[in-house]
C-alpha cells in the first residue's frame, strides 16, 4: 500500500466514525436525549479532527512539491470528509429544532 492510499484509509476511518457520531446525534436528539446529542457532537468533533489533521499533511505535502498518486481512494476520502461537514451542520440545526419544538410544546 503506498502512503496516498495509506492517508485515504486513515480520513476515511476517522470520518466514518464522525459521520456516526452525528447521527447517532440525531437519533438521541429525537428521543429527547439533548444533552447526550451535544456530546456525540463534541465526540464527532474529535474523529473529524483526526481526519482533518491527516488531510492537512497530505496538503502541506503538495504545497512542498511533492508529488502525490491522486486516486479514486483519495477522491473517496476527499468526498466523506466534505459530506462529514455538512452532516455535522445539519445535525446541528436538527437539534436545534429539535430543542425549539420541545420548548414550544412546554409553553
Known amino acids: 500500500m503506498n502512503e496516498t492510499e495509506e ?11 464522525t459521520t456516526a457520531c ?20 463534541q465526540e464527532g468533533e474529535r474523529h ?3 481526519a482533518h489533521k491527516v488531510h492537512s499533511e497530505l496538503i502541506r505535502k503538495i504545497a512542498e512539491g511533492n508529488n502525490i ?6 477522491v473517496h476520502a476527499e468526498d466523506q ?15 436545534d429544532l429539535i430543542v425549539t419544538i420541545k420548548n414550544l410544546k412546554e409553553e
Do not use: C
Request: aromatic fraction near 6%; glycine fraction near 4%; hydrophobic fraction near 50%.
Open 7 to 17: 492517508i485515504s484509509f486513515q480520513i476515511i476511518a476517522n470520518v466514518g466514525d
Open 22 to 41: 452525528y447521527m447517532s446525534a440525531m437519533e438521541e436528539a429525537k428521543q429527547g436525549n439533548i444533552e447526550i446529542a451535544r456530546e456525540l457532537i
Open 48 to 50: 473529524y479532527h483526526k
Open 69 to 74: 498518486d491522486l486516486n479514486l481512494l483519495l
Open 81 to 95: 470528509l466534505m459530506n462529514s461537514e455538512v452532516i455535522k451542520m445539519l445535525a446541528e440545526q436538527i437539534i
